[in-house]
């Protein structure tokens, strides 16, 4: 039997569709009046990576910023403060989570005991409109947690910027850029030295299909990572499908002169890569 829609039910169709929106997409006001989605996918994914410990708010010991609405869904920036004083004490490791990712824990970063790391920068990407949470945990055990809401889709499953030929030929190479504490227009520093690393690598997702071929790229990125400055670690960090193409961390810390400051990393292949940097006086 075919239904011949009323005029009255051809009118009333928009409202209805708005109703059942409504209905499936619960919204709350963030603190900037904001509407964005409940946390419901955190409540049943928090235990996964946490237990039952108690995860408190960060109350500015630890900051998060990322674009409201990202330009490109697969290169989200991602910055991180952390404060660390008698009061705060120091951080020793911070997890970065995307909830609606298909793989939400997109890395782990542990802090050497006397880096004296403040600040964290890396590229994301996020598959879907979602919460992307930095949750620290201080060197009692405690669990701090921040977060951002970030409007983006299919990150996990954009094209890579470069083909698969061109990625493999630069596989591995780094470079580490030092900014100076007496550089024009950056206020001199008394004890951090700010880097930016860079590694080539396509860091592909598995969910990426290859535009010739159209099969699936196999995932294959950086897991493993450690910056290190003479006998002393700075950061290590355990990756995952979320960490961008071309993985870039830009981080602050106290470094010493005179020391060289070492990478090493590895993928999912096995493959390993490391370089070294003298770290002149001149540059802190």
Known sequence: MTIIPTDRHNRMMPFVLLALMAIAVPLSANAQ???????????????DVFGQQAIA???????????????????????????????????KAVTLIVDENPAPVAAVFKFGKDAGVTHLATR???????????????????????????KASGGCSAPALKNQDEAMASLGKMKLRVFPSNAPGIEPKTRATEMQLMIRHPNNSGLQM????????PAHFIQGLTVS??????MSMEGGIS????????????????????????????KKFQDEWPLQPSSL
């Open 124 to 150: 994301l990407r996020v598959n879907a409109y979602s919460y992307v949470r930095a949750i620290a945990e201080t060197e009692d055990g405690k669990l701090l947690m921040t977060q951002t809401f970030v």
């Open 210 to 217: 290859d535009q010739l071929t159209r099969y699936y790229i």
């Open 33 to 47: 009046g904001t509407s964005v989605p409940e946390s419901t996918t955190w409540n049943s994914l928090k235990g």
């Open 243 to 270: 960490i961008s193409e071309d993985p870039n961390f830009r981080f602050e810390f106290d470094a010493r002169p005179g020391e060289d400051v070492r990478v090493e990393a590895a993928d999912t292949e096995g």
């Open 57 to 91: 708010p960060a109350d500015g010991v630890v900051s998060i910023e990322a674009p409201k609405r990202a330009e490109d869904a697969a290169l989200v920036p991602i910055d991180l403060r952390f404060k660390t004083d008698a009061t705060s004490g120091q951080i």
């Open 229 to 234: 400055q003479g006998d002393r670690l700075i």
